[in-house]
């Protein structure tokens, strides 16, 4: 069964120092992708990057990086530059091929972790 | 273009009765799924709807059901509420092509309190 691990309840990092966010996951199928997203204490859920199993290279979008290691089922989030306003909650998800087991559509999260950003 | 609008943004309601969550996604996207957040269970899959068809569905118990529309608007029902169904609902599209490489987006949440 498809799992996400984040071990990190919570985070405190400097204003503009860079912070990791650690995510495991654990999967049979040899096609995924896996997703992180913010989610503001207003409750919107938001898109920040994305990892396809097959990807050779780290994905990266403006300040986020994503450090995949296969070999490791790990997806960890990197940020760089920390602002204030990144301070919110953090998911990664995976999303599945899952053509034999019919989980294609579906997102698995983690539980969150909850990043601080301070002056 | 505009994101994914979920309408109410609130909602109270007391056990027993029913509820309807509007959705509409992304202009284009035709796959609507939804979460139900809770701070004990997380965020959990509900179900998802593409092409007006349910094509996959969480464990949640039959109270729980959905529909799509030909304008891939999207509507979640609740019916006989219990306490334990207090929850944030999000609503996320996609376009439903290339499966696990689509990301979803989601709206702002429905937050419901069942008193």
Known sequence: AQKITQTQPGMFV??????????TYDTSDQSYGLFWYKQPSSGEMIFLIYQGSYDEQNATEGRYSLNFQKARKSANLVISASQLG????????????????GTASKLTFGTGTRLQVTL | KAGVTQT???????????????????SGHRSVSWYQQT??????FLFEY????????????????????SNSR??????????????????ASSDGTGVFNSPLHFGNGTRLTVT
Request: positive net charge; charged residues 20%.
């Open chain 1, 14 to 23: 400097q204003e503009k120092e860079a912070v990791t966010l650690d995510c």
């Open chain 1, 86 to 101: 990144d301070s919110a909650m953090y998911f990664c998800a995976m999303r599945e091929a899952g053509r034999t087991t």
């Open chain 2, 8 to 26: 109410p943004r609130y909602l109270i309601k007391t056990r027993g009765q029913q509820v309807t969550l509007s959705c509409s996604p992304i």
């Open chain 2, 39 to 44: 701070p004990g269970q997380g965020l959990q």
């Open chain 2, 50 to 69: 593409f092409s007006e068809t349910q094509r996959n569905k969480g464990n949640f118990p039959g109270r729980f059901s959905g529909r799509q529309f």
């Open chain 2, 74 to 91: 999207s509507e979640m029902n609740v019916s006989t509420l219990e306490l334990g169904d207090s929850a944030l609902y999000l609503c």
